[in-house]
């Protein structure tokens, strides 16, 4: 629909939908196929297409686009554990890469600079929020001025990347 809540359409069924940053796509999460997955929908075309080949365990998972929409990232529950999924909007054949594996939480964020913010269990301290290369396997980076004993969860990036909101219970 549209900003003025007029030209309201019916595009599909799913959760968590994200508009690629030139608006001509929304990736989501569904069950089109009878198994969780994430799927881009070309507003263009009003087509789906998969996205991530490989059946998502969780019906929880958010997808969100790269700032250039090349590539996304999704986390989902897989053997007891969150795992980071990171796929190729430009190959759905090629399996994505798993870069973190731990106790994370469901939403994740892309910034410009090609890092991506998400919350994990940080020992006994709770959840923080943490910056991860996509590129590399470099270890997390906590992000400083996070209080001990507090929850930081569900990252966003504003779209210059220069803010980051997110969800504490303070």
Known sequence: ?????????????????????DGGKILYTSNHE?????YA????E????????QPLHSPLAVARWSPDAKKVLCVDLQGG???????DAA????PPKVR???????????QPADRIAISMKHGDAGERLFLVNPDNEMTPAL??????GKIWRDPTFSADGQRLVFVSDQ
């Open 1 to 21: 629909m549209n900003a003025d809540g007029k030209g309201r359409q019916w595009m599909f069924v799913g959760a968590a939908p994200s508009f690629s940053a």
């Open 34 to 38: 009878g198994q969780p997955g994430v």
């Open 41 to 44: 929908y070309d507003v263009l």
């Open 46 to 53: 009003s087509k789906p297409q998969k996205l991530i080949q």
């Open 81 to 87: 554990r969150h795992q980071l999924l990171l796929g």
């Open 91 to 94: 190959n759905a054949q090629m």
């Open 100 to 110: 973190l594996t731990g106790d994370l939480g469901f939403v994740a964020s892309w």
């Open 143 to 148: 992000i400083p001025g996070q209080e001990q």
